[in-house]
């Protein structure tokens, strides 16, 4: 290929380099959009709702995945843009949740697994300074054991009122609900309508603290 002086000149200036490889022949097209396909090559969008506070705020979760879709590694975690409560926006806590399951080694800057992370339910006994590994189902049985033990000790059924007389009131003071704004409107009335079936009388929601 015969290379004239003004095009010469044109390759040496790091400005203009794109246009002058194109000049020489070269035709560019094929390789930006290469570029663009390998950016977003097998990577996964995910939305999520962000674990850390009550707020609820929506997350996209990006991850890169193998051909068969298999999960590959954790790329980015960002505020989404089409969640109605926080509409893209992200606190510092949200915005770190990429560091929940990985974080980069100190030493070597690669990208590896959190070893701080959570991954099986624990539980620490009340006076105990340890925590132990649990299966759910345990955990899911203990929750229930305890609400009930405690609502069926603490049950008051009836009350007397100002003029001395008794009236029902069916209900335990021992136990108390916090929600959050996680929680979309049907999850709250079936929430709300089962607390309120224990006896339940102090609801809370996070959102109203
Ligand atoms: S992003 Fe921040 S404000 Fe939103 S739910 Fe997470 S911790 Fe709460």
Redesign the pocket.
Known sequence: MKVTRRQFLKVTGASAAVMAVADLGFDLKPAAAAVRTLRIKNVKGVPT?????????G?LVYSERDAAGKFVKLLSVE?DPDNP??RG???????A?FNLREIYDEETGEQKINPMRATVPLYRAPGSDKWEEKEWEWMVEQIAHRVKETRDSSFIHKEKIADGSEIIVNRTEKIASVGG??LDNEECYLWSKLARSLGMVYLETQARI
């Open positions: 709702v962000c674990p850390f506070c009550a707020s609820g705020c997350l505020g409560i926080n926006c992200a606190c510092a806590k949200g915005s949740m704004s996680g």
